[in-house]
C-alpha cells in the first residue's frame, strides 16, 4: 500500500482498476486492510478507483489531537493533488458522504459527479446516528445493540425468528482484527468528535455538480426523511432507494449497478 506524506500526515492509499477516475471517501472506521474492501466491489472494475485510510485510522497516522471536517476534506484534496488527479467522480459512504460534501464544498472545482450514499448533512437537515454516544459499546455489545439500527427490518422478533443468521451478522459485526492496534482508539474517538461536529446543511445549496444520493429504505443511521431533505437541498439532486438497511449496497444488487451507471453519465 503506497503512503503519501499529505497536511503533516503519512496517508496510505491504494489504486486499481481502470477507466475514468474515482475517489472513493470511506465510512466510520474503515480499514483498507479489512477485506473484501472496495476493491472487490464493482467499482474496481468500471473506474481508475483510488481509496485511502482516513485520518486516524488504518494504516495511516493517528494524532491524538482534535480533527474537523475541514481536515478530512483538504486530505481527499491533497491526495488527488498526490496522484495528479484534477477533477474527479467522488462517491462517499456514510462518514465518507459527509467528508465527500465539505471536499465538493470546500473545493468544488475537484468534484465533476458526486454520489453521497447513507449519509446525512447535519444541522436541520438531520445528523446520522449519533456514534459519539455509545463509544463505550464494544464487540458484540455494540454489534447487538447496532444490529436492528442499522437496518431496522433486524428487530427482536426477526432476531428470535432467525437465530442462527442474527448470531452469523453479531460475529462478523463485532470482529475487529486490529483492535488492540496502538493509537487506534483515539484515532477511532478523534473521527467520532469531527463527526459529531459535522453540519454542512446552510451550505448544500452551493453543490453544482451532478449528485446522487442513494439511501437504504430501512437505515436507522442515515434515516430516510434526512434523505428527502437533503435530496431537495442539493439543486438537481437525484434520490434513489434501494431495499436494505445501512448496507444495502450489499443487499441490493441494483445499487452498484445504478451509482456505476450515475457515475459515468
Known amino acids: ?44 472494475k468500471a473506474f481508475d478507483l483510488l481509496a485511502y485510510n482516513q485520518r486516524g485510522l488504518g494504516r495511516t497516522d493517528k494524532p491524538d489531537v482534535p480533527y474537523s471536517m475541514a481536515d478530512y476534506a483538504d486530505d481527499a484534496a491533497a491526495l488527488l493533488d498526490h496522484v495528479g488527479w484534477d477533477a474527479v467522480r467522488v462517491i462517499g459512504v456514510s462518514f465518507g458522504g ?18 453521497l450514499v447513507c449519509t446525512s448533512p447535519g444541522g436541520e437537515g438531520g445528523a446520522s446516528y449519533p456514534f459519539h454516544e455509545i463509544e463505550h459499546l464494544k464487540g458484540e455489545e455494540r454489534a447487538r445493540f447496532l444490529l436492528p439500527v442499522s437496518d431496522t427490518r433486524r428487530d427482536a422478533a426477526w432476531a428470535a425468528a432467525n437465530p442462527d443468521e442474527y448470531e452469523k451478522l453479531v460475529q462478523m459485526s463485532a470482529n475487529d482484527p486490529f483492535a ?14 469531527a463527526r459529531a461536529a ?6 448544500l445549496p452551493q453543490i453544482a455538480c ?56
Not at 459535522?198 to 451550505?203: G, K, L, Q, S
Open 1 to 44: 500500500m503506497p503512503t503519501a506524506h499529505l497536511n503533516g500526515l503519512n496517508v496510505h492509499f491504494e489504486r486499481a482498476g481502470s477507466g475514468p477516475p474515482l475517489l472513493f471517501i470511506s465510512g466510520t472506521g474503515g480499514d483498507l486492510r479489512v477485506q473484501p474492501n472496495v476493491f472487490a466491489s464493482p467499482l474496481a
Open 180 to 193: 488492540g492496534e496502538p493509537g487506534r482508539a483515539e484515532g477511532a474517538h478523534r473521527q467520532l468528535e
Open 98 to 115: 459527509m467528508v465527500a460534501q465539505e471536499l465538493v464544498l470546500r473545493h468544488p472545482q475537484r468534484v465533476s459527479r458526486l454520489v
Open 198 to 203: 459535522h453540519d454542512t446543511w446552510d451550505r
Open 210 to 265: 451532478p449528485t446522487l444520493i442513494a439511501a437504504g429504505r430501512y437505515d436507522g443511521i442515515a434515516l430516510p426523511a434526512t434523505q428527502g431533505k437533503m435530496a431537495a437541498r442539493i439543486p438537481g439532486a437525484e434520490l434513489r432507494w434501494y431495499e436494505g438497511g445501512h448496507l444495502f449496497m450489499l443487499q441490493d444488487r441494483s445499487a452498484y449497478r445504478e451509482i456505476v451507471a450515475f457515475l459515468n453519465g
